[in-house]
């Protein structure tokens, strides 16, 4: 590769990294980047009983949250800004029979009430605490607080019979700090 094409390759990283931060600096205008964070996480493990079943495969990633040092570090944080009120994390992974991969999703609220991959967010309050409606339950969460439910379904055909075993947990991870760039 020619010297000058590399220089302008690394000069346009150099602008858009930057850029792409805008949003997430102006979070930290209080001197603090933090907004309260939950995530719904839905893990679905497969036990193949008899026949042949191809598991789907599943991949994406749009965050990675680093729950030690409660920061968030996003893909694209074009959509977070100082006027929302929650980030909603969603995360699909699938083991074993049941196919593999993994694929999250970031989602804002900037207002309550709001409806968000099927959950209904009631209140975020000033301390973190979220009020919100999953499942037919009615779910109050403090920061460091999750709420799990286990389930397990047969999925039948001619051919196979798999039985799927799903963990769903909704963990309010409280306000937590924003990454300045995805890594």
Known sequence: ???????????????????????????????????????????TRGQ???????????????????????????VDNSRINSSLKLLVGTTQSLMQDAGYGISTRLLGVSACPANTDGINIDDVLDDGTVLLRYNGSSIRLSPGQ???????????????????????????????RLASNYT
């Open 48 to 74: 193949l009983v008899y026949g042949n079943y191809t598991g789907k495969t599943i991949s994406g990633e749009e965050y990675v949250y680093d729950a030690e040092n409660s920061v968030l570090t996003c």
């Open 146 to 176: 999750r709420w799990v439910r286990v389930y397990s379904e047969n999925v039948e055909t001619d051919g196979y019979r798999v039985k799927l075993t799903n963990t769903e947990i909704i963990r309010n991870n409280g306000k937590i």
């Open 1 to 43: 590769m020619q010297k000058w094409k590399l220089a302008i390759i690394i000069l346009a990283v150099g602008i858009a990294i930057p850029l792409a931060c805008i949003s997430l600096d102006q979070l930290s205008l209080s001197g603090e980047d933090s907004i309260v964070f939950i995530e719904h996480k839905n893990n």
